[in-house]
T-cell receptor
């Protein structure tokens, strides 16, 4: 087991720009979820990918999009960044048949200025 | 819709005190799972415990214990003889059996343990 790795750890972007955050899932985990955690809040579900397709989505606009690759790595893309997008973005992987064993990465801290 | 409420925003205790973190949840599902996670300053969410809705037995793991009461929709977490290393933000979360395997988190409780 190698755990979940996220990159970069910190990022500063300007309003209106686009950003790509990356996640390397735990070996064998075929489902990845992304969460947004604003300062002082709990993580909020953005979307989930299973077998390279979006499998569920939270209350986030279409400018939040993702990709999952055959090697279980994934990306979160955010277009037209807004100041309120500043947050810690967490990636969590699990096995599809096991809704219970989530492994979280340490997150990417995104600051939009 | 599912919801998790952690009414305590921040708790400060002195080392060796006992502390209880409250969690109240809402769900329409009869089958669901409750979790507690610890988030140290480094940011990752560290899994502490998972309970399913059919298992109301309280659990103890070292200095940690959990009290699950369906009648009050609560899943409280107690740390006995707190230590400075327990300082972190603690999140309660809910996952319903139906739908996607996603977690609904509370807003978290920041625990500060001073020497």
């Amino acid at each position: 087991e190698t755990g979940v790795t996220q990159s970069p750890t910190h990022l500063i972007k300007t309003r209106g720009q686009q950003v790509t955050l990356r996640c390397s899932s735990q070996s064998g985990h075929n489902t990845v979820s992304w969460y947004q955690q604003a300062l002082g809040q709990g993580p909020q579900f953005i979307f989930q990918y299973y077998r390279e397709e979006e499998n569920g989505r939270g209350n986030f606009p279409p400018r939040f999009s993702g990709l999952q690759f055959p090697n279980y790595s994934s990306e979160l893309n955010v277009n037209a960044l807004e100041l309120d997008d500043s947050a810690l973005y967490l990636c969590a992987s699990t096995l599809k048949n096991s809704k219970l064993d989530y492994t979280f990465g340490s997150g990417t801290r995104l600051t939009v200025v | 819709a599912q919801k998790v409420t952690q009414a305590q925003t921040e708790i400060s205790v002195v080392e060796k005190e006992d502390v209880t973190l409250d969690c109240v949840y809402e769900t329409r599902d009869t089958t669901y799972y409750l979790f507690w996670y610890k988030q140290p300053p480094s940011g990752e969410l560290v899994f502490l415990i998972r309970r399913n809705s059919f298992d109301e037995q309280n659990e103890i793991s070292g200095r940690y214990s959990w009290n699950f009461q369906k009648s009050t929709s609560s899943f409280n977490f107690t740390i006995t003889a707190s230590q400075v290393v327990d300082s972190a933000v603690y999140f309660c979360a809910l996952s319903e059996e139906s739908g996607y395997s996603t977690l609904t988190f509370g807003k978290g409780t920041m625990l500060l343990v001073s020497p």
